[in-house]
């Protein structure tokens, strides 16, 4: 079997990292507004379960970011030492966007330890909670100015190219690009989706362990209403994101669904199997959807692939990245929609179905999966180009044979990541008694319904 060459080397241990880090940065952004949602609740309702689920979060959040540090780290030590050529020439277009992140991390940083060390220094809840505030925002504008970053490279603007050379340098133009709009809304909405649904799956789990405290019933409350809020946002925002495919990046769009001749009425195809002579078999096909995700309208004019050049085309694997993405959204819509049907309708039953709590118990499997697809998606869809019709990918990697070994180191460090974050969360909280853990935080209140 033939060794990998560098810049093959060089994605695979980059898109691994991505892979990583992407779940704990999504947790990072929006586990915090779920943390203020719950305190809020617990100070305006003057609940101490709502208390207690902010400072039950608060600790596993710390956990979480630790974690989120080190694989960030990594990404930004990869940019230099794997992809030198990109940032020798596109670095001064992006440095900005870099910059500000580390300042926002530090805000985020060092509004969290006060945060978390005085629980009981206010006679003033709400004092508390707002010490919160810059924590919410400092871990969403990391991810917006980093988000500006992955939207340069999608459509690079803010310099001008002289003799094959970057000149000219515009930091606010090339991160105020126009896929910053759609992507960081959807990166910020998928973000609070993944929280909210995880932190909905502990609770449902824990209540289908048997555990009938009103504690877990009013968390399962508080995080499927806000999934259904968040997954409906980002459900939105995806269609406006389609719409900017299609006039920004329309060989992504046609590549995606299978779009070959430039037509309006276009149908969107669902599923399916590439035939020999490129005939899509066995599809799902929705009459003018494509076009009307394009431009709203049924007459929308959809570019078809041919009109690219062969060596420019995205893979066409990633049409099912799109596919199973879009499955999981219609899901993480339903399963909450169906949870607060089924809490307004009349003369509903007491308790929730075994079946209802264990779709719940998914959601947060489901928003991992579909981010993790929505960033695959974004990256295969770009190829051959890291700067979208500037440089290709196999221009930007370095020639270095010592990719391989750091590929493996990288795996061995991930895996030990992961397994101890999931091993200290589980530890955690495992066994807890609410009442008694309420006793030991000096929470007053007790078992209420």
């Known amino acids: 079997m033939p060794s990998l060459d560098p810049v093959t080397l060089s994605r695979i241990l980059t898109g691994l990292t991505l892979f990583v880090h992407i779940v704990f940065a999504s947790i990072g952004v929006g586990v915090p507004m779920m943390i203020a949602l719950a305190e809020w609740r617990g100070i305006r309702k003057k609940d101490p379960h709502y208390t207690l689920l902010a400072r039950r979060w608060a600790r596993g959040f710390v ?3 630790a974690v ?13 030492l794997l992809w030198p050529t990109f940032m020798r020439v596109a670095g001064q277009a992006i440095a900005l966007p870099l910059f500000m992140e580390t300042f926002a991390f530090f805000i985020e940083a060092i509004f969290l330890g006060i945060y978390l060390y005085t629980w009981e220094r206010f006679k003033r809840p709400m004092l508390h909670l707002l010490l919160l505030i810059p924590v919410v925002i400092g871990s969403s504008a990391s991810a917006f100015f980093i988000t ?26 090339a991160m105020f690009n126009p896929a910053t709009p759609t992507k960081v809304s959807h990166v910020l909405a998928s973000s609070y989706t993944l929280s909210a649904g995880l932190l909905a799956g502990i609770a449902a789990f824990s209540l289908l362990r048997g555990r009938k ?17 968040f997954a409906v946002s980002t459900a939105i925002i995806g269609d406006f994101s389609g719409k900017f495919l299609a006039h920004y990046q329309p060989e992504k769009l046609a590549a995606a669904e299978w779009h070959f001749e430039t037509m309006r009425k276009a149908p969107l195809i669902f599923g399916g199997v590439l035939g020999e002579n490129g005939e899509v078999k066995y599809a799902l096909e929705l009459p003018y959807a494509l076009s009307i995700l394009a431009g709203g309208t049924p007459n929308t004019n959809v570019i078809g692939l041919n009109e690219f050049p062969v060596d420019e085309r995205p893979p066409l694997l990633i049409h099912y990245m799109f596919d199973l993405k879009v499955t999981i959204g219609v899901l993480l819509v339903l399963i909450p929609f169906l949870y607060l049907l089924r809490r307004w309708l009349p ?3 007491k308790g929730i179905p075994k079946w209802l709590l264990l779709g719940i118990v998914a959601l947060g499997p489901l928003a991992m999966t579909a981010i993790e697809l929505g960033w695959m998606f974004a990256e295969f ?10 440089m290709k990918v196999s221009e930007a990697a370095t020639t270095s044979q010592s990719v391989g070994p750091m590929l493996i180191l990288f795996v061995i460090l991930y895996l030990v990541l992961c397994v101890s974050c999931i091993v200290v969360l589980a530890k955690l909280f495992r066994n807890k008694n609410v009442d008694d853990e309420m006793r030991e935080l000096g929470i007053p209140g007790g078992e209420r319904k």
């Open 213 to 229: 405290d009103a504690y877990f019933k009013k968390a399962l409350k508080l995080t499927v209403t806000a999934s259904f809020v």
């Open 148 to 173: 500006t970053l992955n939207a340069f490279m999608n459509t690079p603007q803010g310099f001008t190219l002289k003799n094959g050379v970057f000149a000219d340098f515009h930091p606010l133009v």
């Open 63 to 65: 956990i979480s970011v």
């Open 381 to 390: 869809g770009r190829q051959p180009w890291i700067v979208r019709g500037y």
């Open 347 to 349: 003369g509903k039953s």
């Open 68 to 80: 989120g540090v080190v694989t960030g780290t990594s990404i930004g030590l990869q940019l230099s």
